[in-house]
T-cell receptor, first 113, second 110 residues
Framework: DTAVSQTPKYLVTQMGNDKSIKCEQN?????MYWYKQDSKKFLKIMFS???????INETVPNRFSPKSPDKAHLNLHINSLELGDSAVYFC????????????FGPGTRLTVL | EDQVTQSPEALRLQEGESSSLNCSYT??????LFWYRQDPGKGPEFLFT???AGEEKEKERLKATLTKKESFLHITAPKPEDSATYLC???????????FGKGTRLSVIA
């Protein structure tokens, strides 16, 4: 009965490759998010979707493209991976776009070699 | 300039030794202040939301308080299982995202 799930948990890849991370929530929430947590553990918002529509798009390279096929899913596709993309990526969801209580997934640790 | 500052960066306590973590914010128009707990290798877990100065919330050995410029997370008689990184996050007015502090890494030694 996992609330927010992400796959894969670990992702190791070469520079220049394209990869995707998937996220699903079974809480019936309207809003989903992608966060990046760097090596210093600093957690920063990347994107937010509400009812499948993009509502927050922070300063993120165009190589990152989120896709929300439905309210329960928010996937993250990354093109031409760079060394600096290595981090832990967290998906989260909340009841609505007010930003209140967010539920986080277990994270995907991306390592770019 | 950081909008959310947490101190200390790391805190080491003996079991039973009470203490407080601090979260200060610099921008006006606060809509909500959130505390999360993050264990190694896991996602942040929601603890509390505070909306207005003077508000307090409690959960087991944790108590969160809020003033106009900062929030405190008080830990009373901590146990080793309270060891984790505690994250503070602030939601400002308007369509702005949640802004996280860098966290306080708490270690409770038996």
């Amino acid at each position: 009965d996992t609330a927010v799930s992400q796959t894969p948990k670990y992702l190791v890849t070469q520079m220049g490759n394209d990869k995707s991370i998937k996220c699903e929530q079974n809480l019936g929430h309207d809003t989903m998010y992608w966060y990046k947590q760097d090596s210093k553990k600093f957690l920063k918002i990347m994107f937010s979707y509400n009812n499948k529509e993009l509502i927050i798009n922070e300063t993120v390279p165009n190589r990152f493209s989120p896709k929300s096929p439905d309210k329960a899913h928010l996937n993250l596709h990354i093109n031409s991976l760079e060394l600096g993309d290595s981090a832990v990526y967290f998906c989260a969801s909340s009841q609505d776009a007010s930003g209140n209580e967010q539920f986080f997934g277990p994270g995907t640790r991306l390592t770019v070699l | 300039e950081d909008q959310v500052t947490q101190s200390p960066e790391a805190l080491r306590l003996q079991e039973g030794e009470s203490s407080s973590l601090n979260c200060s914010y610099t921008v006006s128009g606060l809509r909500g202040l959130f505390w999360y707990r993050q264990d190694p290798g896991k996602g942040p877990e929601f603890l509390f939301t505070l909306y207005s100065a003077g508000e307090e919330k409690e959960k087991e050995r944790l108590k969160a308080t809020l003033t106009k410029k900062e929030s405190f997370l008080h830990i009373t008689a901590p146990k080793p299982e309270d060891s984790a990184t505690y994250l503070c996050a602030v939601l400002y007015s308007g369509n702005t995202p949640l802004v996280f502090g860098k966290g306080t890494r708490l270690s409770v030694i038996a």
